[in-house]
């Protein structure tokens, strides 16, 4: 998915189509098991940028009520909304690719392999090694453009994971 700019126009039926592919996408690529007793939250941390922008408007449009988006104004918060057991935990954390070697090492140090996380504004996996070390610990991490290809290679609703894609938008 390229970043769309001022200059190009989205119609009605291609957001539509964005919306329904991108609870798809983070199902195929997070896995992770939901509780049905109480929301699963999504931690971002995506500073104002053109690069996040929209994939910070996308997520919001497209997760579901039981999945709250949940915007952390500073990484200084992350480890507090990571163990803090006012709320349920987190099951993914959204990161800008500019914090993702400090974010990662930290959401390990918090939670270990309990908390995916999902990379926005690194098109060119410059953080690659950062990712192989995560996953060597065993930790879910994956990129923004990944979710187009687990979206397209997820045909159906997968049992068991975090995000469940939803018959309606937000109303």
Same mark, same amino acid.
């Given at each position: 998915m390229q970043d769309i700019s001022s200059d190009r126009k989205l119609t009605d039926e291609a957001l539509v189509e964005i919306l329904r592919l991108i609870p798809l996408g983070l199902? *195929?690529?997070f896995p992770l098991s939901e509780s049905t007793a109480s929301p699963t939250p999504i931690?971002?941390?995506l500073p104002t940028s053109? *690069?996040?922008s929209f994939p910070l408007l996308l997520l919001q449009l497209a997760v579901p009520p039981s999945t709250p988006l949940v915007v952390l104004p500073t990484p200084r918060l992350l480890t507090k909304a990571l163990q803090s057991t &006012?709320?349920?935990q987190p099951k993914l954390v959204v990161i800008h690719a500019s914090l993702a070697a400090d974010v990662i090492e930290q959401?390990?140090?918090d939670c270990g392999s309990d908390v995916g996380?999902?990379?926005v504004g690194d098109p060119g996996k410059e953080q690659d090694r950062v990712v192989q070390d995560a996953e060597k610990k065993g930790m879910l991490v994956k990129y923004w453009e990944d979710v187009w290809t687990g979206a397209e290679a997820s045909?159906?609703?997968?049992p068991g994971t975090l995000i469940q894609? &939803?018959?309606s938008l937000h109303s």
């Open positions: 199902a *195929s690529l931690l971002t941390l053109p *690069s996040t &006012s709320h349920p959401v390990w140090e996380v999902l990379i045909k159906k609703v997968m894609p &939803s018959q």
